[in-house]
């Protein structure tokens, strides 16, 4: 009986819900503003020099529009060519930066379907004939039976794919009651933020009225 196998595979379809949920595209951006981060890495000096390239561009341009072709034409064909010598060396150093990171991308969606979905395939494969745990004799009908044990585990037993399917089942349920309880915290904190709102204006206008009121009757006082 394979009950070691219950808290991992209950953790793998936690990832992978938290994989789902955060977004791939999202999780692969942040490892590669980590990864162009360390300064251990070639692809870090790479960005280094595409903003110091952007920066030279930006800087040509801006004194080749504030040259004059026909006063100063020596000059204008100088930056001219400067500014497109600089465009070429930053569009090829930025085309070579998208194909690293378009590969980068690849490599980290296929690295995190092997350590999910293909280690969850792998142990199904592996420990399908097994029992994840056995129910007790009689406690449920024969067709409950046999459906908890398919495919291929002992009559009587709970099978690692109907195991697999119940924990993505519950994880799903724990992460939409999470969501609903967190935006019901947030309605219930805007109420009360309103709420105090409200009480402090009128608070304000209690005493601006109480203002008019005295000196309503210091006036009819004087009268």
Known sequence: MATNLLPLIFALQLLIHLANTVGASAINDALWSLY???PTTSTSSDFTQLRK???EVLRLKT???ATSAQDEFAKWAKLQRQHDKAVGEHDKKSQSLQSFR?????FLTTLRWIATNGVIWLLQFWYGKE????LARGWVPWGVEWVLSFPRAPMGSVSIQIWCMACATVV?????AAVAGWGLWLAQRAG???KGEKVTMGAGGGTAGGGRG???EGDKKEL
């Open 214 to 216: 005295e000196g309503g």
């Open 36 to 38: 162009t981060s360390l």
């Open 63 to 65: 004194e080749l529009n």
């Open 102 to 106: 378009t590969s980068f991308t690849t």
């Open 53 to 55: 390239l952007r920066k």
């Open 192 to 194: 009360r933020m309103g």
């Open 131 to 134: 029992p994840m745990f056995w």
């Open 172 to 176: 799903k349920m724990i992460g939409a």
